[in-house]
């Protein structure tokens, strides 16, 4: 199987495409044949990871040594520094944008929905746990168990009542099977964009349209595409520092950078490698996490027919979440209902 990969050396990050091969737990051995600079170049490496089709996962508590470049996991893949800063981290990033307000909009939306409301891709809970609190019964679902595992946390920080109506699950949003209907399906913050190819995505609609209640809504937020940052290949990224927060198991400050940036144009992705940096008393770099973002954009048009050939109706659009109408480079918020048979 050939997988582009990326490889972020400790002073010399560099871009290498590999052929390789392997499968189940244990080594795959790949040759470089990219241009990297320094060592790596022409040289042969082994890499230990986990294979299931088109994803690449890693064994997150084996120490695997990878001569020269540091593991780079998926994001939140690894119960580090990136899922336990992702609270502040998320609050910092989503003040004064268009994500701002998020939470009130579906705590409103979920007031008019009768039944229980899913989140798909709930992370640690930061909407499902505020419409929990707002008197919603909610199922939050997710992929990583370090996210979940954060949202579950918080169980001991609310009262029995809120508790009880809040229940975790971890699952694929691209399929899952649940024993119930909803009157409201939520994909907050950009989720529904770590789906990565089209045809999951259309799965993962169809799942949601399964599992809606009879007048049943979904809400799906994702970013709406500024071309300027959309150029093909390598660039320096927009926004590199993204700010610091505290480690709440450390205590320690962590500091968040994105020092690489890869735009794939055919695709609609781009691949960011974040790196997250402890420090230590003496304000020094004690240790670094890089975690690969990699997120799907979507064109306005091109999402309102994939609704529309998913069997859904679009009841609302706007561009933020104080309801204003869609906007170039905000946000695009749908929501859809299941068009009725014709
Ligand atoms: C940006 S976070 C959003 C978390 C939360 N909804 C919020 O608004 O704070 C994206 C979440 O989607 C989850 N996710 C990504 N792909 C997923 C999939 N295929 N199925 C379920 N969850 C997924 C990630 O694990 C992560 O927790």
């Given at each position: 199987?050939?997988?582009?990969?990326?490889?972020?050396?400790?002073?010399?990050?560099?871009?290498?495409?590999?052929?390789?091969?392997?499968?189940?737990?244990?080594?795959?051995?790949?040759?470089?044949?990219?241009?990297?600079?320094?060592?790596?170049?022409?040289?042969?490496?082994?890499?230990?990871?986990?294979?299931?089709?088109?994803?690449?996962?890693?064994?997150?508590?084996?120490?695997?040594?990878?001569?020269?470049?540091?593991?780079?996991?998926?994001?939140?893949?690894?119960?580090?520094?990136?899922?336990?800063?992702?609270?502040?981290?998320?609050?910092?990033?989503?003040?004064?944008?268009?994500?701002?307000?998020?939470?009130?909009?579906?705590?409103?939306?979920?007031?008019?929905s009768p039944g229980p409301v899913l989140e798909l891709g709930c992370g640690t809970g930061r909407v499902a746990?505020?419409?929990?609190?707002?008197?919603?019964?909610?199922?939050?679902?997710?992929?990583?168990?370090?996210?979940?595992?954060?949202?579950?946390?918080?169980?001991?920080?609310?009262?029995?009542?809120?508790?009880?109506?809040?229940?975790?699950?971890?699952?694929?949003?691209?399929?899952?099977?649940?024993?119930?209907?909803?009157?409201?399906?939520?994909?907050?913050?950009?989720?529904?964009?770590?789906?990565?190819?089209?045809?999951?995505?259309?799965?993962?609609?169809?799942?949601?349209?399964?599992?809606?209640?009879?007048?049943?809504?979904?809400?799906?937020?994702?970013?709406?595409?500024?071309?300027?940052?959309?150029?093909?290949?390598?660039?320096?990224?927009?926004?590199?520092?993204?700010?610091?927060?505290?480690?709440?198991?450390?205590?320690?400050?962590?500091?968040?950078?994105?020092?690489?940036?890869?735009?794939?144009?055919?695709?609609?992705?781009?691949?960011?490698?974040?790196?997250?940096?402890?420090?230590?008393?003496?304000?020094?770099?004690?240790?670094?996490?890089?975690?690969?973002?990699?997120?799907?954009?979507?064109?306005?048009?091109?999402?309102?027919?994939?609704?529309?050939?998913?069997?859904?109706?679009?009841?609302?659009?706007?561009?933020?979440?104080?309801?204003?109408?869609?906007?170039?480079?905000n946000e695009q918020v749908y929501v859809a209902r299941v068009a009725p048979a014709r």
């Amino acid at each position: 199987m050939a997988l582009p990969f990326e490889l972020v050396g400790r002073d010399q990050p560099g871009q290498v495409g590999g052929a390789w091969s392997g499968d189940g737990w244990g080594e795959a051995s790949g040759r470089c044949c990219g241009s990297v600079a320094g060592r790596l170049a022409g040289s042969w490496w082994t890499i230990a990871g986990k294979i299931h089709g088109p994803r690449l996962t890693w064994p997150a508590a084996r120490d695997y040594a990878l001569p020269v470049a540091e593991r780079i996991l998926a994001f939140y893949e690894r119960d580090g520094l990136n899922v336990r800063t992702y609270d502040q981290r998320v609050e910092q990033d989503i003040a004064g944008t268009s994500v701002e307000g998020d939470v009130a909009f579906y705590i409103e939306e979920a007031k008019r929905s009768p039944g229980p409301v899913l989140e798909l891709g709930c992370g640690t809970g930061r909407v499902a746990w505020a419409l929990a609190a707002a008197g919603a019964e909610v199922v939050g679902l997710d992929l990583s168990r370090p996210m979940l595992d954060r949202a579950e946390a918080k169980r001991v920080d609310v009262p029995a009542e809120v508790a009880a109506r809040m229940h975790f699950q971890r699952g694929d949003m691209i399929d899952f099977t649940l024993d119930r209907r909803f009157g409201l399906v939520l994909i907050p913050y950009r989720a529904f964009q770590a789906l990565t190819d089209p045809h999951d995505q259309r799965r993962c609609l169809a799942a949601i349209r399964r599992h809606l209640a009879a007048g049943g809504r979904l809400i799906l937020d994702l970013f709406d595409p500024r071309l300027n940052l959309l150029a093909p290949g390598r660039a320096a990224p927009s926004s590199p520092d993204r700010g610091s927060a505290r480690d709440p198991l450390s205590g320690r400050t962590v500091t968040m950078e994105v020092v690489s940036r890869e735009v794939d144009v055919r695709a609609q992705c781009f691949h960011e490698v974040w790196r997250f940096t402890e420090l230590d008393d003496h304000g020094e770099a004690a240790r670094h996490e890089d975690d690969r973002l990699t997120l799907r954009w979507a064109y306005r048009w091109e999402m309102r027919y994939l609704l529309e050939l998913s069997g859904y109706l679009i009841e609302a659009e706007y561009s933020d979440f104080h309801r204003s109408p869609p906007a170039y480079g905000n946000e695009q918020v749908y929501v859809a209902r299941v068009a009725p048979a014709r």
